[in-house]
C-alpha cells in the first residue's frame, strides 16, 4: 500500500516538474522572440497614429532591407542610437521568423509620433526622402536570399492599408532605397523587385478593404 502512495507521490512531483519546465521553456521562448504580432490583423484601426497627432504630408513610401539575418526592432534601435540619432531610422519593420517572428509588423515611434525618417541618406538630395517618406525595412539579406512568402505578404498588405488612409500616397509611390537620387546603395537587394511589388500592391488595393 505505502508503496503505491509512494509511486503515485513520485508521478504528481515528476509531471509538476515536467509542467514547470515547459513553463520554463515557453516563457524563455516568447521572451526571446518577443510578444508574436505575426497575424494580427493589419488594419488601419490597429496602425493609424494617434488622433490628435496631425498627419505628416507623406508623398512616398522606401523600401529597405537590414542587409542582415539577425535583427529586431530594439536591435536596430540600439545600432542606430549608437551612430547619434534618436533611435531606428525606419517607420516599420517586418521581422524574417529568424529573431522576430516572420511578418510581425513593428510600427516604430518615428510613425507613432509621425516624425521625419532616418532612413534614405544624409545627402541634401536625400533629405525630402527623409522628410516625407515612410522608410518599410524588412530584415533579411536580399542580396543573397529571397525574401519569406509571409513577409512580402505583410508587406504588400502593410503599403496597401497605407495608401487608402494616407491622401499624398498612390503605388506609384513605392520606391526603393535604390531609387533615391544620388543615393549609391543596392538596398532593398537584388531580390526585392519593386515594381512586382507595385504591381501586388495595386491588386490588394482592388481586391482588399481596411
Ligand atoms: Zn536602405
Redesign the pocket.
Known sequence: MLNVVDRQMRLALWLSASALLALCVWLGWQWWHGEDRSHEPLTWQVLAPPADLPMRPWNVI?L??SASRHGTTASFDRDHKKRGWDGIGYHFLIGNGVDMPAGQVDPTFRWREQREGA?AGASLLSQPFNDLGIGI?LVGQFDRDEPGAYQMQRLVRLCAVLIRHVPGLSAASIIG?RDVPGKE?D??GAHLDVERIRFLVREALLTEDG
Open positions: 522606401v529597405h532591407h532612413h525595412c532605397h546603395t538596398c532593398p
